[in-house]
Antibody, heavy 122, light 107 residues
Framework: EVQLVESGGGLVQPGRSLRLSCAAS????????MHWVRQAPGKGLEWVSG????????DYADSVKGRFAISRDNAKKFLYLQMNSLRTEDTAFYYC???????????????WGQGTTVTVSS | DIQMTQSPSSLSASVGDRVTITCRAS??????LNWYQQKPGKAPKLLIY???SLQSGVPSRFSGSGSGTDFTLTISSLQPEDFGSYYC??????????FGGGTKVEI
């Protein structure tokens, strides 16, 4: 079964750090671009960060650039999100998602994890 | 950055109604546009890719259209299980796959 399972969320004080993990199974993890997407309580989806299959290309939303770092371990089939200098506005449900080539040059996120909650509060 | 704007932000409709949701991109994205459905407490589900192609397993009452900057998601006959939120997403930027603000559909 193709599956993504996030972990590492929790309650953290502003300014502190947290690392999220996403375990992949059931597919060739190293063949896929991966993303983190978050959703603040009662709000919409926000793309956070993406990483190419070999980590050669990485990008971040402006809201997290310089504070968050995405990485992956293809041998272990894990995706990570290191979150530093956390702010209250980072409070959200964090999903990891697989990007697939649906056809030709068209991409979409076809597999999602169940998500993990990050709460930033003093 | 490519900004995606959806309208309306919410709507209420009855079973059997035809429902239309629009999405506008801040620049031309050709047809690099995806639509997702999200039920409360669940992860999003891909409905449509390349603006008008139905993902496998998605009911044919869902359809998408548009190109350039203006796109539409249509549900031809709303069913009770279609409640939830709908999001457009541009895939023109290969890594920075930004979303629209979402449309909440209430029945």
């Amino acid at each position: 079964e193709v599956q993504l399972v996030e972990s590492g969320g929790g309650l953290v004080q502003p300014g502190r750090s947290l690392r999220l993990s996403c375990a992949a199974s059931g597919f060739n993890f190293e063949d896929y671009v991966m993303h983190w997407v978050r959703q603040a309580p009662g709000k919409g989806l926000e793309w956070v960060s993406g990483i190419s299959w070999n980590s050669g290309r990485i990008d971040y939303a402006d809201s997290v650039k310089g504070r968050f770092a995405i990485s992956r371990d293809n041998a272990k089939k894990f995706l990570y999100l290191q979150m530093n200098s956390l702010r209250t506005e980072d409070t959200a449900f964090y999903y990891c998602a697989r990007q697939t080539t649906v056809t030709g040059n068209y991409y979409a996120m076809d597999v999602w994890g169940q998500g993990t909650t990050v709460t930033v509060s003093s | 950055d490519i900004q995606m704007t959806q309208s309306p932000s919410s709507l209420s409709a009855s079973v059997g109604d035809r429902v239309t949701i629009t999405c506008r991109a801040s620049q031309s994205i050709s047809n690099y546009l995806n639509w997702y459905q999200q039920k409360p407490g669940k992860a999003p589900k891909l409905l449509i890719y390349a603006a008008s192609s139905l993902q496998s397993g998605v009911p044919s009452r869902f359809s998408g259209s548009g190109s350039g900057t203006d796109f539409t998601l249509t549900i031809s006959s709303l069913q009770p299980e279609d409640f939830g939120s709908y999001y457009c997403q541009q895939s023109y930027s290969t890594l920075r796959l930004t979303f629209g603000g979402g449309t909440k559909v209430e029945i």
